[in-house]
Every structure is written in C-alpha cells, then in structure tokens.
C-alpha cells in the first residue's frame, strides 16, 4: 500500500543548529511530495512541495528534495529558529490529486533552544 | 481571507450523543476532505468529497457520515459518539484535479467521555 514513514520525535536542538527530519515513502505511481507545518494550536500549512523526481521545494529557509532512487524527501534547515518550534509532517497524494486526499507521515515534533 | 472555517474548535460529547463538526471554505474549491489526528499516527482520512453531491470514503470511515450539499460546505456526523472518536478534527479544501496544494482549518478538539 501506500505510505509515509518519517523519523520519530520529538526533535530538540538549540538555535543556529542545522536540522534534518528524514521522510521516505511507498507509493505505487508518481506521487507528490509535501511537508507540511503545524504551529501549536494551529492548522497544518503547506510549507514546501515537489511534484516530480529529482525536484527540490524551498520555502523559509527549508528545503527537500525528491529522490525517487531512495523514496526519500529529507527535510533541511541549515540554521533553525525559536519560531521554526512546530510539528512537521511528511505527505504524498497520488497521480492527479485523486480527490485531494493526502497520506501523512507520523509527525515529527521540533522544539529550538535559545 | 476566511479560506476554510471550523466549528466549533473544543467539543465535550458523552458517549452516544451526536453532533456535527462544520467545516466551510470560501475559495470555491471543488475538492473536501476530513482527517483525524491522534498522536503518533499523523493525520488519517476520514471522508473526502470531489464536488457537490460526490463523497467517498477514506481510511477510518466507520462512526461517521458526510453529505456535500453545497460546495462551501462539508459537515462531519457523529452519529453515535464513542470515546475512541476523541480526537482532533481537520478539514481541508484544495482547488480541483491536478492542484496539490491543501487549506486546512484550525481543527476542532473534540473529547468523547
């Protein structure tokens, strides 16, 4: 089946301090890749997306790239901030959207140190 | 800019009551969907609904029903609530085919006791 692992957390690092949460996936197809984020008591926001393989989608400093050889869109930072402190998951959604439906990775929690 | 509104953000059910969570979105969007997240196990796909009068089932669909009588507007029915459905409640909104890009709302924190 379809899915998304993504490394566990919580993720604690101090401010300056370069970031990777990794994500790999299982899709039968050509999915699209997001990471999306979750500021506390908010919705998820899209922060970045890759559509195709070898894709690379940035956004605030974030970056991920779409490697289809390894089913992995790694998410980087490489100077993380007090207000980079969120929740960030990991999303495919198959060929042509079908319907909007998005199969999300387990989450993985962030919190930056001054 | 409202893009996608749910109501009511905290709800406390006692089992077998019902309710309805309201989700709307005012960007005209053709596709809908409602995820539950519970820690751990990331978002996962209730219903979902491609336009006015289409909806379909996603993963965890049991206990609850949907209806798409409008395009703005994607109601979530608990018909029987039972402790296993506390839970927080997202709905999404995206453009149509080929858009990838989703809205979601706030969320609604809903506790069954």
């Known amino acids: 089946g379809n899915s998304v692992t993504q490394m566990e957390g919580p993720v604690t690092l101090s401010e300056e301090a370069f970031l990777t949460i990794n994500c790999t996936y299982t899709?039968?197809?050509?999915?699209?890749l997001f990471w999306y984020v979750q500021y506390p008591g908010e919705g998820l926001q899209l922060l970045l997306k890759?559509?195709?393989?070898?894709d690379k989608g940035s956004n605030k400093g974030f970056e991920a790239t779409y490697r289809k050889e390894t089913t992995s869109f790694h998410l980087e930072k490489g100077s993380v901030q007090v207000s980079d402190s969120a929740v960030y998951f990991c999303a495919l959604t198959l060929f042509y959207n079908q319907g909007g439906k998005l199969i999300f990775g387990q989450g993985t929690e962030l919190s930056v140190k001054p | 800019n409202a893009g996608v509104t749910q109501t009511p953000k905290f709800q406390v059910l006692k089992t077998g009551q019902s309710m309805t969570l309201q989700c709307a979105q005012d960007m005209n969007h053709e596709y809908m969907s409602w995820y539950r997240q519970d820690p751990g196990m990331g978002l996962r796909l209730i219903h979902y609904?491609?336009?006015?009068?289409?909806?379909d089932q996603g993963e965890v669909p049991n206990g609850y029903n949907v209806s798409r009588s409008t395009t703005e507007d994607f109601p979530l029915r608990l018909l029987s609530a039972a402790p296993s459905q506390t839970s927080v409640y997202f709905c999404a909104s995206s453009k149509g085919p080929g858009d990838t890009e989703a809205f979601f709302g706030q969320g609604t924190r809903l506790t069954v006791v």
């Open positions: 609904s491609v336009g006015a009068g289409i909806t």
């Open positions: 890759a559509t195709k393989a070898d």
């Open positions: 899709a039968t197809g050509y999915p699209s």
